[in-house]
C-alpha cells in the first residue's frame, strides 16, 4: 500500500537539504485520496488546523507518498483510546467530500525508498516534485538532481546482517512483491572490496536476498517517564550516552506532561540520557516478505501489531475508575432535583465522554456549557495540581448529553439553564451547578429570533425574565 502524509516545512527541509530518512505520524491510502488535491482538500484530510500547527494557511504543502513500511504496523486512529490537537473521528475514517478513509497512525521507522514528496502550492494547478528518496545509499535526490543523505542508523530501521557485520538495508522488490536483493550502506568503508561509494557519499554493496544472513526491522522499545518510547538514536557526548526517543502514546496530554518534544500532531520526541531509559526491550521484526525458515524473529507481525496499538493506547487506560459515578449537589436552586435517578444516566453518559479526552495525569476536569435554544458551545480544561490547561480537543461527543440534561432539568414558568459548570475527578466524582438567571458567556451574538426561539422553546414568567434577556429580546437583528 503506498502510503500519503502531510510533511512539516521544517520536515521538508530536513529530507531535501540534509538527508532526513525518517518518517513518523498521521497517514492516509493516498490510492483512496489521489483525486483530493487542493489545497482545502489536503488541509481537510490531513486534519492540519489545530492549534499551534505548523502547516500556515495560504503557504504550500509538502505531501510525502510512500510504500507502508512492511515491519511496522500501522494503527487506527480510536478516540476511545487516543487524545490528539484535533477531534479524532469516532469510527476512524476521515471524511471530505465522498471520499471516506482510515486515518492511521505509523510510529517512527526509517523511509521506505521509493518515496517522493510533492509540493502542493495554492492556485497551481499540479503539485512539483520537489524530491525522491532512493534508500540509505543514495538519501534523497532533491529538484536539482543532488543527493543528500545522513548516516543511517541501525537501531531504527531495516538492517541487514553480512559475514556477520550489520548494515543499514534496503529491500529490493520484483512485481511479484518478493525480495530479489538487499542493498547495504554504510557511512564508513568498509573492508569488503565489493562495497563502492555513491553519490550521496556513502558505502554500498547490493547482495542477493539468500546471501544475506539475516534481514530484519531493528526495534528497541523502552519505558521513559512512566511512558512507552521507541528508541531511535544511541550517541555519545562528554556528559556521557544520549538517546533520541520517540513517543508510543497517542496522548497529547501525557506526552506534554512528560516534557517530550512537540514535533507534529502524533509525533513527540526527545534527546536525554540514557540512563534515564528502563526496560530496554530490542527485537527483531521480520516481515512476511523478508521471511524464511532460517530466520528466527523476535516478533511476529501479528505480535507486532498488537503491542503497537496496545502502546498507542496505554496513557488513556481508566482515567475514571469502575463503578457508578458519585454525583455531589451544589446548584443553583438547592430544590433541584439533581440527584434524581433519572438523571444519573445522564451523568454516566457525559463522565464517560469526558473520560476519553482526559489526560491521564490530570486532577479533575472542568466543564462549562452554554446554551441558548439549539445553540450550545463547550469550554473545557485540564487540572494539573495548581497547573491549569485546555483540553487539547474539544470533547465533542458530550454536546448531545448537555442537551439531554438541559431538556430534562427545565422548569415550568423558569425555562432552562443557560450555563451548566461541570467538575469531574478521576474517581467519577461529578460536581454540578446549573445557572438559570446569568447570561451565558457565549463566543458569539445571536440575533433577538433566537433568544425569542429559546423562550418559544423553555417558557419563563415574567419574574423569571432577567433584564439582560429583555434586552436581547428587544435588541435589533444580527447578522
Known amino acids: 500500500m503506498m502510503l500519503q502524509k502531510a510533511v512539516t516545512p521544517g520536515m521538508a527541509q530536513a529530507y531535501l537539504d540534509h538527508g532526513f530518512d525518517r518518517v513518523s505520524g498521521w497517514v492516509l491510502s493516498a490510492s483512496d485520496v489521489s483525486d483530493l488535491t487542493s489545497d482545502e482538500n489536503l488541509r481537510q484530510l490531513h486534519q492540519l488546523d489545530y492549534p499551534n500547527s505548523p502547516f500556515a494557511a495560504g503557504e504550500a504543502i509538502h505531501i510525502l507518498h510512500f510504500p507502508s513500511p512492511q515491519a511496522t504496523p500501522l494503527v487506527r486512529a480510536n478516540p476511545e483510546a487516543m487524545s490528539e490537537l484535533f477531534?479524532?473521528?469516532?469510527?476512524?475514517?476521515?471524511?471530505?467530500?465522498?471520499?471516506?478513509?482510515?486515518?492511521?497512525?505509523?510510529?517512527?521507522?526509517?523511509?521506505?525508498?521509493?518515496?517522493?514528496?510533492?509540493?502542493?502550492?495554492?492556485?497551481?494547478?499540479?503539485?512539483?516534485?520537489?524530491?525522491?528518496?532512493?534508500?540509505?545509499?543514495?538519501?534523497?535526490?532533491?529538484?536539482?538532481?543532488?543527493?543528500?543523505?545522513?548516516?543511517?542508523?541501525?537501531?531504527?530501521?531495516?538492517?541487514?546482517?553480512?559475514?556477520?557485520?550489520?548494515?543499514?538495508?534496503?529491500?529490493?522488490?520484483?512485481?511479484?512483491?518478493?525480495?530479489?536483493?538487499?542493498?547495504?550502506?554504510?557511512?564508513?568503508?568498509?573492508?569488503?572490496?565489493?562495497?563502492?561509494?555513491?553519490?550521496?557519499?556513502?558505502?554500498?554493496?547490493?547482495?542477493?536476498?539468500?546471501?544475506?544472513?539475516?534481514?530484519?526491522?531493528?526495534?528497541?522499545?523502552?519505558?521513559?517517564?512512566?511512558?512507552?518510547?521507541?528508541?531511535?538514536?544511541?550517541?555519545?557526548?562528554?556528559?556521557?550516552?544520549?538517546?533520541?526517543?520517540?513517543?508510543?502514546?497517542?496522548?497529547?496530554?501525557?506526552?506534554?506532561?512528560?516534557?517530550?518534544?512537540?514535533?507534529?500532531?502524533?509525533?513527540?520526541?526527545?534527546?536525554?540520557?540514557?540512563s534515564e531509559l528502563s526496560d530496554i526491550t530490542p527485537t527483531q521484526r521480520v516481515a512476511k516478505a523478508w521471511a524464511r525458515e532460517e530466520d528466527l524473529a523476535d516478533t511476529t507481525p501479528i505480535q507486532a501489531q498488537s503491542e503497537a496499538e496496545s502502546s498507542a493506547s496505554a496513557a488513556r487506560s481508566a482515567w475514571v475508575g469502575e463503578g457508578e459515578p458519585q454525583v455531589t449537589i451544589k446548584a443553583s436552586d438547592p430544590n433541584d432535583p439533581l440527584a434524581s435517578d433519572d438523571l444519573q444516566e445522564i451523568y454516566r453518559d457525559i463522565i464517560a465522554e469526558v473520560a476519553k479526552a482526559a489526560p491521564r495525569e490530570a486532577d479533575r476536569i472542568e466543564m462549562m456549557g452554554m446554551c441558548v435554544d439549539t445553540n450550545l458551545q463547550i469550554a473545557s480544561q485540564a487540572i494539573f495540581g495548581e497547573d491549569v490547561r485546555p483540553l487539547p480537543e474539544p470533547v465533542e461527543g458530550v454536546a448531545p448529553h448537555l442537551i439531554k440534561l438541559r431538556m430534562a432539568t427545565a422548569k415550568p414558568d423558569r425555562g432552562a439553564w443557560f450555563s451548566a459548570f461541570l467538575s469531574i475527578t478521576p474517581n467519577g466524582q461529578f460536581q454540578i451547578s446549573l445557572d438559570y438567571d446569568n447570561e451565558p458567556r457565549l463566543t458569539r451574538e445571536f440575533p433577538a429570533e433566537v433568544w425569542a426561539a429559546e423562550l418559544e422553546r423553555f417558557p419563563r414568567s415574567e419574574e423569571n425574565m432577567p433584564s439582560w434577556l429583555r434586552a436581547k429580546l428587544d435588541s435589533p437583528e444580527e447578522e
Not at 555519545?236 to 526517543?245: F, H, K
Open 87 to 274: 477531534p479524532l473521528p469516532a469510527d476512524g475514517l476521515v471524511r471530505v467530500d465522498d471520499v471516506a478513509t482510515p486515518l492511521l497512525w505509523l510510529e517512527h521507522t526509517r523511509l521506505p525508498a521509493g518515496a517522493r514528496l510533492w509540493r502542493f502550492t495554492p492556485g497551481e494547478s499540479s503539485p512539483t516534485l520537489a524530491g525522491t528518496y532512493n534508500g540509505p545509499a543514495f538519501g534523497w535526490q532533491d529538484e536539482a538532481g543532488e543527493f543528500h543523505a545522513i548516516p543511517p542508523t541501525i537501531i531504527a530501521g531495516r538492517v541487514g546482517v553480512l559475514d556477520g557485520a550489520a548494515y543499514a538495508a534496503e529491500p529490493d522488490y520484483d512485481e511479484a512483491g518478493d525480495v530479489v536483493s538487499v542493498t547495504l550502506a554504510t557511512m564508513n568503508q568498509p573492508e569488503d572490496p565489493d562495497f563502492a561509494e555513491t553519490e550521496a557519499g556513502m558505502w554500498a554493496k547490493v547482495v542477493a536476498f539468500d546471501d544475506v544472513d539475516l534481514l530484519f526491522e531493528s526495534h528497541v522499545k523502552a519505558t521513559c517517564r512512566d511512558l512507552p518510547v521507541r528508541v531511535i538514536e544511541r550517541f555519545s557526548s562528554d556528559d556521557g550516552d544520549l538517546a533520541r526517543i520517540s513517543s508510543l502514546v497517542l496522548d497529547h496530554g501525557a506526552n506534554q506532561n512528560a516534557k517530550f518534544d512537540f514535533i507534529e500532531a502524533g509525533v513527540w520526541e526527545a534527546t536525554l540520557p540514557w
